[in-house]
């Protein structure tokens, strides 16, 4: 556990943005350094993410987000970060104090600098308020990911993919690699929502077809899924689709609830990086992001 009772940097998230913004202030002399995550490990997001894609342009290489986050997690270890895992930031104050629960106890602690590195959160069904019954087998998209790739559970069998977002996509890939069937992919728009090398890779190369035009109207199913009722926007028509499984993959949300709630506005000595920020498509580009806004900061 810390033993400093006031830091130069607080860092609140430590995803491929928390970590990189304590490098980037490493590197700028910052000497007092604690970066807060939730979770039992650092890397955020990534920790779920073994498809290839990650750091072409960090790294040169074309690596796995799992393997992104090892090894960057590297650069971290040289540094004189102070890193408390299973540690939920749970309140800010005007006043730069950090106030996080953790297995030692709870602890509220003062910086010169805080910054909000707590990612994205997914959007679900209840937010675009699809109508229908509640029964079982509605995921979004990231948490099938987390659901295969860290506990290995196969959401369903038969599954309809509800948006065009990246996440969707390569889950649409991974649960097809994983002998589930993806029936479709159905975008309201009338283009694709996530980055076309996805669609070529996660869709096409697997003959799963992507449905543009089309909405949801409706969830059929008792206690599990049944079916999807969908119209085609183009032609009007309204079809059904038989399936037990429906992932939402239809946008992120930047994570600032702690801001939001303490009516702060980044600025006086608060900061917002990563996907708290902005969403991004590439790591790579969060990672640049945060080493700069790391080493802009100056301690007192
Ligand atoms: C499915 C998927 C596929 C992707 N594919 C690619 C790809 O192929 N190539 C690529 O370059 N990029 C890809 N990305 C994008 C890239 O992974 C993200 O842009 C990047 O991980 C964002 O980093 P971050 O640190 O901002 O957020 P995150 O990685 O989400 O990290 C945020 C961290 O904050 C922690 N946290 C949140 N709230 C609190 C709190 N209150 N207290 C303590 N800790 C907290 C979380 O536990 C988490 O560890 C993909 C993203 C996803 C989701």
Same mark, same amino acid.
């Given at each position: ?14 995803? +491929?943005?928390?970590?990189? =913004? ?17 979770? +039992?490990? @650092? ?24 393997? *992104? ?40 602690? +003062?910086?010169?600098?805080? =910054? ?18 509640? !029964? ?18 196969? +959401? ?54 992507? *449905? ?12 599990? =899924? ?21 992932? *939402? ?16 506005? !980044? ?10 920020? *902005? =969403?991004?498509? @590439? ?18």
């Amino acid at each position: 556990m810390t033993t400093h009772d006031h830091y130069n940097l607080i860092i609140i998230g430590g995803g +491929p943005s928390g970590m990189s =913004v304590a490098v980037g202030a490493a590197e700028a002399g910052l000497k007092r350094i604690l970066l807060l995550e939730r979770h +039992p490990r @650092l890397g955020g997001i990534l920790n779920q993410c073994i498809h290839l894609g990650f750091g072409l342009s960090y790294f040169k290489e074309e690596l796995t987000g799992t393997e *992104y986050a090892f090894r960057y997690k590297k650069n971290l270890e040289e540094t004189c970060t102070e890193v408390i895992t299973g540690s939920f930031v749970h309140k800010l104050t005007p006043q730069k104090q950090v106030a996080f629960v953790c297995p030692e106890g709870e602890f509220v602690i +003062p910086a010169d600098h805080v =910054v909000l590195a707590t990612g994205c959160r997914e959007r679900t069904r209840e937010m675009l308020t699809t109508p229908g019954t509640r !029964p079982a087998g509605i995921f979004t998209a990231g948490l099938a990911q987390e659901m295969v790739n860290i506990h290995g559970l196969l +959401p369903g069998k038969n599954a309809v993919i509800i948006g065009s977002g990246d996440i969707g996509l390569i889950m649409a890939r991974r649960m097809t690699l994983e002998g589930a069937r993806v029936l479709a992919v159905m975008e309201i728009l009338d283009h694709l929502s996530g980055l076309v090398r996805n669609k070529i890779q996660c869709l096409d190369d697997f003959g799963i077809p992507l *449905y543009l035009r089309h909405e949801i109207l409706e969830i059929l199913g008792k206690n599990r =899924v049944e079916a999807v009722r969908y119209r085609d926007n183009a032609t009007g028509e309204v079809k059904e689709l038989s399936c037990d499984t429906l992932l *939402y993959s239809v946008g992120l949300i930047p994570e600032r609830d702690l801001l939001i709630d303490a009516g702060i506005e !980044p600025g006086n000595g608060y900061y917002v990086s990563g996907n708290a920020d *902005y =969403v991004h498509d @590439l790591v790579d580009r969060v990672t640049r992001d945060g080493e700069r806004l790391g080493r802009s900061l100056s301690g007192s």
